[in-house]
């Protein structure tokens, strides 16, 4: 029996990636699907166009932001990696945008093309130190006035830089350098109903 060369089908996110991708060019450098979600990497300096490209194509029609995070790699000479989270309640899809970023050059602000960016950008600034360009009031979100440093970044000391309290002497609240009362520990929480992987006194003869 004659058989024929058959096209493997295109899986429906995979295809409106490379949709994306015809469309805006040079802009995205890569799309793949991951976690069963259409990722794409672009230029950082398109992100602008990118972001309007998706929320007005009518193919798209990703009209909601979910959600701006970040991610550290402090080896790399970007560490940074500013994710982008759109919806499409019209078309049921979600889309990943992914880009590189360090904390020196700063990205360029979509809160021009999506109004509510403008608290996840300060989010993303406040905790990692990512610098965004045109935003109306990039400032601290989360973290009090004069923290020192960004809590998310992966060489941040666990234990932080200041700690605060209630001076009774002063009447009101304080700001001192940490002060670790013992040395910091590591604890192994294992189960002890799982066992544990070292010998324990005594069962040696257990298996005698």
């Excluded at 493997?8 to 991951?34: F, R």
């Excluded at 602008?48 to 701006?68: G, H, K, M, S, W």
């Excluded at 610098?131 to 020192?148: A, K, Q």
């Excluded at 002060?179 to 298996?207: C, H, I, N």
Aim: overall charge negative; glycine content about 6%; aromatic content about 12%.
């Amino acid at each position: 029996m004659d058989t024929e060369d058959v096209t493997p089908e295109v899986h429906p996110l995979l295809a409106l990636g490379n949709y994306v991708g015809q469309a805006m060019g040079e802009a995205v450098q890569s799309v793949s699907l991951s976690f069963g979600e259409l990722t794409l990497t672009i230029d950082p300096s398109t992100i602008v166009e990118v972001a309007t490209f998706l929320r007005d194509d009518p193919e798209c029609r990703f009209f909601a932001i979910t959600d701006i995070c970040g991610v550290d790699f402090p080896e790399r000479d970007q560490r940074f990696e500013v994710v982008y989270h759109f919806m499409s309640p019209t078309k049921n899809r979600r889309i990943r945008i992914k880009l590189a970023a360090d904390d020196v050059t700063p990205v360029p602000s979509i809160v021009s093309v999506f109004r509510g960016a403008e608290w996840f950008e300060r989010e993303a600034y406040d905790l990692y130190g990512m610098l965004f360009s045109g935003h109306p009031d990039l400032r601290r979100i989360l973290t009090d006035y004069g923290f020192d440093g960004h809590p998310l970044r992966k060489d941040f000391p666990v234990t932080g830089f200041v700690e605060v309290r209630y001076d009774e002497e002063r009447k009101r609240v304080v700001y001192e350098p940490v002060k670790l009362m013992q040395e910091f520990r590591t604890f192994d929480y294992l189960s002890p109903w799982e066992g544990t992987d070292y010998v324990l006194p005594g069962d040696e003869k257990a298996k005698n």
